[in-house]
């Protein structure tokens, strides 16, 4: 993708748009979703959502968009499916249930359990796209990246989410999976919480995702 | 008294029959409430079982025997070791009858004196027999009946006992899970290995692993179908499949591979196995290999759901929507709750075009679980702006007659304005034209007021000067009118 040239870069604005739309959330972060360039403007706000990441610094922000593309929290989520898989669907709960109480894994088990063949292949990358998305921008606006590379890189998960995802009901689907994922939310709060934000999103007529598609 | 008086039964060679005598005695001879009938109980239950198996496997009682030669040379009569059980020492010393009888029970079987090296031998020679039987060895109650032995009672072979079989388990540790439930009820590892997990892991790898660490995971591979196998090498088998297991957790595709291969040599018909190698190669999406382990798999057990359920996904993978439903409907008949299932079920009827159905299908799905993300997300699609109006109120615009309007009213108005401001500004600051205007609309300025031909250097230095100055002045302007927006989105925004 030639992010160089004109035409390109105002479909990856569109891109940028709807991807980064998913991170919000809250009592009506819809309007937002409309106006992300109202976000992105907010550099208090863009400077507490890196320090929730302790980046504070260039270097610090490459090497969690770095992460981002390597890693990502897909491979934590697919390491757990792998770890399902193996077993029969009744031993399945059975081994979630005998894990000592305490342990770290269990929401995860829980939650990678509820989604175990529902996702595509690409289980939870929707919500490594769209936070390397946010992550690009507003390290660009905190002068933490060039122009140049908010672009690259933006490019490169625009290209891996359209690999990995047909369309924006998967792609919402696999967002919602990944929040619940990393917030180890075993009674799936992310979705209780912002459900009618994620079916807004793709449903109004003057939502974002309408502007641009994943599809090839 | 006979053994065959105590156990209320006739002489029989049926270990049954002395099984089911010795748990219908147990109940008149509680341990607790009737120790001394107890143990009476319990001597007899082994002398029986003992002449029982005797008779039915020669071979076995030819090491024991043997073992119990080498042993008798060294033995003296010694009856302390044997009677002293927790709590009830001090009835056993007391009790004149039941000396005797061990005594003569020992001279009927021409039995060696019992020394606690001897006793501990004969123990491990019953675990080592258990074991090397398949059909003893999946038998929890053989296990169970283990460890109501003797030597189990006997505080000074306890530490024995437990090292002995630490160190048999070790390398003999493929057991069903309730078998190493048993067992480490009964040895307390857990407790034992809190003074130091670390070591106890590095000393006895697989015991920590099958009886501690990851029972539930390593042992979730069922043994039953293994009984009428014949005769494998059923340890080989064992490792192959579990070691299977292992890698494809690890996603280490390559040795998971190797592993299942080798088990499929030994054996290749047992469900679990089929079951790993039918995932193996879904992985690597050799759909038709998958399925021919699947299909496998439900000929050797056809109450398989895990089978049926692979192989709908399958189906649904190669696009034969209708085998995969009808693999789903059966499936869903036997676990109607779950998830998966109705997910897989929906996705075909929305392939097919079959819309009524996957809407029944996701309603399903919100019935056992009202947010469910993927149900609400396809209901919201099937029904557009119907669920958009219902979900939302009238109070939306549905249809952007006026799209600027509608982004308008959906921004708060304070944040609008400002946005509005610095869009001018912004506007205005990118146009450099407009610059190059001033400048040129000063010269000309200047030509007209003093109504000469060309003003000379003095009046154009000035004239730059003061443009400059008025441009500087505008900007000034500008841009404390852009910081102060600015401040007031990022204060109204983040309200």
Aim: some cysteine.
């Amino acid at each position: 993708m030639d992010y160089y040239n004109l035409e390109v870069r105002q479909q990856l604005s569109l891109y940028i748009h709807a991807l980064s739309s998913f991170c919000l959330k809250g009592h009506n972060p819809y309007p937002f979703a409309k106006n992300m360039h109202l976000i992105f403007e907010n550099k208090s706000r863009l400077s507490q959502m890196l320090d929730q990441w302790e980046i504070d610094d260039s270097e610090k922000l490459k090497e969690k968009l770095d992460w981002f593309f390597q890693t990502g929290h897909r491979k934590e989520f697919r390491d757990s499916s792998m770890l399902l898989s193996g077993l029969s669907i009744s031993e399945r709960t059975a081994f979630i249930q005998s894990l000592p109480d305490g342990d770290p894994r269990t929401a995860k088990l829980i939650v990678s359990n509820h989604y175990f063949t529902r996702l595509p292949g690409e289980g939870i990358a929707a919500y490594d796209h769209s936070w390397c998305v946010y992550a690009c921008c507003a390290g660009y606006e905190l002068g933490y990246l060039t122009e140049e590379d908010k672009w690259r890189m933006v490019a490169v998960c625009v290209r891996e989410a359209r690999i990995a995802y047909s369309s924006w009901k998967d792609y919402a689907i696999g967002y919602a999976a990944g929040a619940d994922f990393t917030e180890s939310s075993s009674s799936l709060e992310y979705v209780n919480k912002n459900q009618d934000y994620l079916i807004k999103l793709l449903i109004a007529p003057d939502s974002p995702l309408r502007h641009i598609s994943l599809s090839y | 008294m006979h053994i065959w008086d105590i156990l209320g039964i006739n002489p029989s060679g049926d270990r049954s029959v002395i099984k089911r005598a010795y748990a219908k005695q147990l109940k008149l001879h509680h341990p607790e409430d009737d120790p001394v009938g107890y143990q009476r109980l319990r001597e007899a239950y082994d002398q029986a079982l003992k002449q029982a198996k005797q008779q039915s496997d020669r071979s076995v009682n030819r090491i024991l025997s043997e073992e119990e030669d080498e042993q008798q040379e060294n033995q003296r009569v010694s009856i302390s070791p044997r009677i002293v059980m927790q709590g009830v020492d001090h009835q056993q010393e007391s009790q004149h009858v039941s000396v005797p009888h061990r005594i003569m029970i020992l001279q009927e079987q021409d039995h060696a004196p019992h020394s606690p090296e001897h006793q501990l031998n004969e123990f491990m020679g019953k675990v080592n027999t258990i074991y090397h039987t398949f059909i003893t060895r999946i038998d929890t109650d053989n296990w169970l009946k283990l460890m109501n032995d003797d030597v189990m009672w006997n505080l000074n072979l306890q530490s024995s006992v437990n090292e002995r079989m630490l160190n048999f388990l070790e390398s003999h540790p493929y057991l069903p899970r309730s078998v190493w439930q048993l067992l480490e009820g009964s040895f307390r590892w857990k407790e034992k290995a809190l003074a130091d997990r670390e070591l106890f892991s590095e000393r006895y790898p697989n015991v920590f692993t099958y009886a501690l660490e990851d029972q539930q995971y390593v042992t979730s591979l069922r043994y039953s179908f293994l009984a009428d196998a014949g005769n494998i090498d059923y340890d080989a088998f064992l490792h192959y499949r579990v070691m299977a297991l292992r890698a494809l957790k690890d996603h280490d595709l390559q040795t998971a591979e190797d592993m299942l291969n080798k088990a499929c040599e030994v054996f290749p018909s047992d469900p679990d196995l089929l079951r790993l190698q039918g995932e193996f190669y879904f992985r690597t999406d050799d759909l038709s290999r998958a399925l021919m382990a699947f299909d496998h798999c439900i000929r050797i057990a056809p109450d398989d759901t895990d089978s049926y359920f692979y192989r709908a996904r399958i189906y649904y993978k190669q696009d034969k929507l209708v085998d995969a439903i009808q693999d789903l409907i059966y499936l869903l008949s036997q676990m109607p709750e779950n998830l998966d299932m109705l997910s897989l079920l929906g996705k075909c009827y929305i392939n097919l075009g079959q819309l009524n159905h996957a809407r029944e299908t996701y309603n399903r799905i919100l019935d056992i679980h009202s947010n469910d993300i993927e149900a609400l997300v396809y209901l919201a699609d099937f029904e557009g702006s119907t669920i958009y109006q219902e979900s939302f109120g009238q109070s939306e615009e549905l249809e952007p007659t006026d799209e600027l309007e509608l982004q308008r009213s959906a921004v708060p108005p304070l944040l609008s304005i400002f946005a509005k401001i610095k869009e001018l500004i912004f506007q205005l600051a990118k146009n450099t034209w407009l610059y190059l205007l001033l400048l040129v609309a000063d010269f000309g300025l200047v030509v007209l007021v003093l109504d000469g031909p060309l003003p000379d250097m003095g009046v154009i230095m000035v004239t730059i000067i003061v443009t400059i100055l008025v441009l500087a002045l505008g900007s000034l302007i500008l841009t404390i009118i852009w910081r102060v927006c600015s401040v007031l989105i990022n204060y109204f925004g983040s309200k």
